[in-house]
């Protein structure tokens, strides 16, 4: 497999497990969205926010945008899930955007990140496996915190192999994706 295929791939299953995540939280109340908990942040709101505000950073950096230290400290936190799930699914979505261009000079392309005192380079390719990490890493936590709510966690790694299309099935219609555009033929 090709590093771009891979990486649209997991651009994709990061948007897919972002929904899942979503659409369960949607029946938790307000409540317990912001109610303290265990874990690095200390509530789902609180997890959750950290990993938009995250993503904007990279996606913004993998776009050349200016600016991204007063971004990122001008980050105001979504106050309700709904805010926040679209704020994300924006923010997703330009991100598979981003991996739907990409070719293998793409993957190699230096990113320039501004840090205030000073400008970190790397490759895009591995920009993205930072971002994918740092997602499903966060993302795990936001899991285990709902174990202690009255809502299930939703299954949220059958995204990456083609053989777990039936797992993914009705996540993918819901988001108008072919199994064939997202993982070839």
């Not at 050349?64 to 899930?81: H, I, K, M, N, S």
Request: charged share 20%; net charge negative; glycine share 6%.
């Amino acid at each position: 497999m090709r590093l771009p295929d891979q990486l649209r791939i997991q651009a994709h299953a990061n948007r897919l497990a972002n929904h899942r995540l979503h659409a369960a939280m949607a029946a938790l109340p307000e409540a317990d969205f912001h109610a303290p908990r265990t874990s690095f942040f200390p509530s789902l709101a609180a997890t959750l926010n950290h990993i938009l505000a995250v993503d904007l950073y990279y996606v913004g950096a993998l776009h050349g945008d200016a600016e991204l230290p007063q971004r990122y400290a001008a980050f105001v936190p979504c106050a309700t899930l709904t805010e926040l799930a679209a704020r994300q699914r924006a923010c997703d979505e330009r991100l598979l955007r981003f991996c739907a261009a990409l070719d293998e000079a793409g993957c190699d392309a230096m990113v320039d990140m501004d840090r205030g005192t000073h400008v970190q380079r790397d490759r895009a390719g591995h920009v993205l496996a930072h971002v994918f990490m740092h997602q499903t890493h966060h993302r795990g936590q936001v899991h285990a915190m709902l174990a202690g709510t009255g809502v299930a966690p939703p299954q949220l790694d059958e995204f990456l192999m083609p053989s777990d299309a039936g797992f993914r099935a009705a996540d993918m219609a819901a988001l108008g994706w072919r199994e064939a555009d997202v993982y070839g033929a």
